[in-house]
């Protein structure tokens, strides 16, 4: 079974720019979810979607973070314009379910802002 | 999210010492996760706890559930090299379904 595919691996910016990251969850979850893992620490939530729509969003930064999953399936999240502060590790997962089944992570995108 | 404490930091052993790694909050948490995360690649999990005094086994590693729901604890058995990574906690909180992680104890195992 293919694990969550992320793309791209890597993406450098400069700040104020814009970057979008794709995510394409394992087939038949029906949860999806992004996390933003800053260097040293653990991954912190972003937003979760429940098939097309958003479940928790409350740690996203609605400012400049966007996120959609319009077909229920894959994902793209985007940062416009991107601050320093942003750059980070950015990983998807999904799960069966929601609530307490158990979440895949794919590998993440690692994002630099300069 | 809710604030979890990690210890220790950062471990270095020889192979084939035990390790051992916990986590805390002032927060129930209603499940302990522990997941390993190697360079490049996102976190997988290893054990996962549902019930306060829970004591699980996955090979040579060890979890448990803390009695006051407020913490859990990693062993990790006999080391070896590819135990080397990032390994985290994570929970639920009782209020809701977000996953809460530490900031991870970086294990390094030396041949």
């Known amino acids: 079974e293919a694990g969550v595919a992320q793309s791209p691996r890597y993406k450098i910016i400069e700040k104020r720019q814009s970057v979008a990251f794709w995510c394409n969850p394992i087939?038949?979850?029906?949860?999806l979810y992004w996390y933003q893992q800053i260097l040293g620490q653990g991954p912190k939530l972003l937003i979760q979607?429940?098939?097309?729509?958003?479940?928790?969003d409350s740690q996203l930064p609605k400012d400049r973070f966007s996120a959609e999953r319009l077909k229920g399936v894959d994902s793209t999240l985007k940062i416009q314009p991107a601050k320093l502060e942003d750059s980070a590790v950015y990983l998807c997962?999904?799960?069966?379910?929601?609530?307490?089944?158990?979440?895949?992570f794919g590998p993440g995108t690692r994002l630099t802002v300069l | 999210g809710q604030q979890l404490n990690q210890s220790p930091q950062s471990m270095f052993i020889q192979e084939g010492e035990d390790v051992s790694m916990n986590c805390t909050s002032s927060?129930?948490?209603?499940?302990w996760l522990w997941y390993k995360q190697d360079p490049g690649e996102g976190p997988v999990l290893l054990i996962a706890?549902?019930?306060?005094?829970e004591l699980t086994s996955n090979g040579r590693l060890t979890a448990q559930f803390g009695i006051t729901r407020k913490d859990s604890f990693l062993n990790i058995s006999a080391s070896i090299p590819s135990d080397v990574g990032i390994y985290f906690c994570?929970?639920?909180?009782?209020?809701?379904?977000?996953?809460?992680f530490g900031k991870g104890t970086s294990l390094l195992v030396t041949p």
């Open positions: 927060s129930i948490f209603n499940t």
């Open positions: 706890l549902y019930k306060a005094g």
């Open positions: 997962a999904s799960s069966l379910g929601w609530g307490l089944d158990e979440q895949f």
């Open positions: 994570a929970g639920h909180l009782n209020s809701g379904y977000a996953l809460n």
């Open positions: 087939s038949g979850h029906a949860t």
């Open positions: 979607f429940q098939n097309n729509g958003v479940v928790d």
